[in-house]
């Protein structure tokens, strides 16, 4: 894998999803960390989003929840907009944060996206059922993909709808990742009436897809797909440019230094092949876009 690195190429790419230590449980990487390997990359900006999942487990102090004022705090004014940045500048930085929906903290969430001044949230379901696809693969992978992918889809669905003011829909495949069979690939015929639903509400929202490399590197790594196989379906894609889906991010979704940038120009190499240009991040919740074609 070589990392993307636009460096001199006079191309303008946002990786808009990346995790730090000390705010979510599961990152290894300092700030300043992820700030050198973005300038390295030569990216034109960088956001950190941190987990803010409420409700995960009954327990009395939630790791995975963010404590937003101090975050707000701490990063706000270090912000730097990637639309404002001259010759010799760091790359942009963006605020973000990713807020893990469940069926029963919508309103919660929302709430947080409208108190605080974000540039924008991302909106996610890593959980089904209450049970966590990694420490509970029983619960969730006796059924067979179609169903399964199904109520996923239905869940990313719903959450897009009550969340409406997230502005990016992240790793819709997310479950595909740990399920224990080989071959476990998210497609468009698993569920092709929930995509289309998802697609309409994301249409609706004006909110953009993700495409998140860590299911990119999970299906190659884990599953048996050769590089061009373990990239997302085709027919998904096409499904969401129909349904009026014109910007996609495409996001390391880096816990720690060295998956930073992973399989990101593999991906937008494979994006610009069906016609996928425009690469999309948002500054004080305004979209902004970029063409990057490799
Ligand atoms: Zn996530
Ligand atoms: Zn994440």
């Known amino acids: 894998m070589e990392r993307l690195n636009l460096r001199d190429s006079g191309m303008k790419f946002v990786e808009t999803h990346?995790?730090?230590t000390g705010w979510s449980p599961d990152a290894k990487q300092t700030f300043e960390e992820l700030e050198a390997i973005s300038t390295e990359r030569?990216?034109?900006?960088?956001?950190?989003?941190?987990?803010?999942?409420?409700?995960?487990?009954?327990?009395?102090?939630?790791?995975?929840?963010?404590?937003?004022?101090?975050?707000?705090?701490t990063f706000y004014n270090?912000?730097?907009?990637?639309?404002k940045r001259g010759a010799g500048d760091k790359p942009g930085f963006l605020l973000s944060l990713e807020l893990g929906w469940t069926p029963h903290n919508g309103v919660q969430l929302r709430e947080i996206d409208e108190q605080y001044p974000f540039d924008y949230t991302i909106?996610?379901?890593?959980?089904?059922?209450?049970?966590?696809?990694?420490?509970?693969?029983d619960k969730i992978y006796f059924q067979n993909f179609e169903?399964?992918?199904?109520?996923?889809?239905?869940?990313?669905?719903?959450?897009?709808?009550?969340?409406?003011?997230?502005?990016?829909?992240?790793h819709y495949d997310f479950f595909s990742r740990y399920a224990p069979e080989d071959k476990s690939k998210m497609l468009y015929r698993h569920a092709p009436d929930s995509?289309?639903?998802?697609?309409?509400?994301?249409?609706?929202?004006e909110q953009i897809l993700e495409i998140n490399t860590g299911t990119i590197s999970a299906m190659f790594r884990h599953k048996g797909y050769t590089m061009k196989e373990a990239m997302p379906d085709p027919q998904i894609l096409k499904r969401y440019r129909e349904l009026g889906g014109r910007f996609?991010?495409?996001?390391?979704?880096?816990?720690?230094?060295?998956?930073?940038?992973?399989?990101?120009?593999?991906?937008?190499?494979?994006?610009?092949?069906?016609?996928?240009?425009?690469f999309a991040w948002f500054e004080e919740r305004e979209l902004h876009y970029s063409r990057v074609v490799l």
């Open 18 to 20: 990346n995790h730090l």
């Open 248 to 278: 996609l991010t495409v996001a390391s979704d880096a816990h720690r230094v060295e998956q930073n940038g992973r399989f990101v120009k593999e991906a937008i190499a494979y994006l610009n092949s069906l016609g996928f240009e425009e």
């Open 123 to 137: 909106v996610a379901v890593h959980f089904y059922d209450g049970y966590d696809p990694f420490l509970h693969r």
């Open 195 to 205: 995509f289309d639903t998802l697609f309409r509400t994301m249409r609706d929202n």
């Open 147 to 170: 169903e399964l992918y199904t109520s996923a889809i239905n869940m990313i669905e719903q959450s897009a709808r009550e969340l409406s003011c997230s502005r990016i829909v992240a």
């Open 42 to 73: 030569g990216l034109h900006g960088f956001a950190i989003s941190d987990h803010h999942d409420l409700d995960v487990f009954a327990t009395e102090e939630n790791p995975w929840e963010v404590d937003v004022p101090s975050y707000v705090e």
């Open 78 to 83: 270090r912000r730097r907009m990637p639309s």
